[in-house]
Nanobody, 114 residues
């Protein structure tokens, strides 16, 4: 059973930065493609970034050039560095595989506000 624990969210001003972390408790982390999803109020959850087991990355158009996904297989952890944050980035952020293969964690709230 895989458990996902996200952290690192908070309140930040537009243009600011945050770094999210997700610890994946369970075996097999290194072979999974992992992603960061987000859900804004009143909107569907969307995948914003993904990273393969070999480190290849892919980003949604709305975050490309601002967000960076990375992973540390030794720590079973996936990260999301978010720079140049915008008001529209306000959401609860979750990690999971791109296909949401695991049960969702509690997520971490990111609020961008002046």
């Amino acid at each position: 059973q895989v458990r996902l624990v996200e952290s690192g969210g908070g309140l930040v001003q537009p243009g600011g930065s945050l770094r999210l972390s997700c610890v994946v408790a369970g075996s097999g982390f290194s072979v999974y493609t992992m992603g960061w999803h987000r859900q804004a109020p009143g909107k569907q959850r969307e995948l914003v970034a993904a990273i393969t087991s070999s480190g290849r990355t892919n980003y949604g158009d709305s975050v490309k050039g601002r967000f960076t996904i990375s992973r540390d297989n030794a720590k079973n952890t996936v990260y999301l560095q978010m720079n140049s944050l915008k008001l529209d980035d306000t959401a609860v952020y979750y990690c999971n595989t791109p296909q949401a293969a695991f049960s969702w964690g509690q997520g971490t709230q990111v609020t961008v506000s002046s």
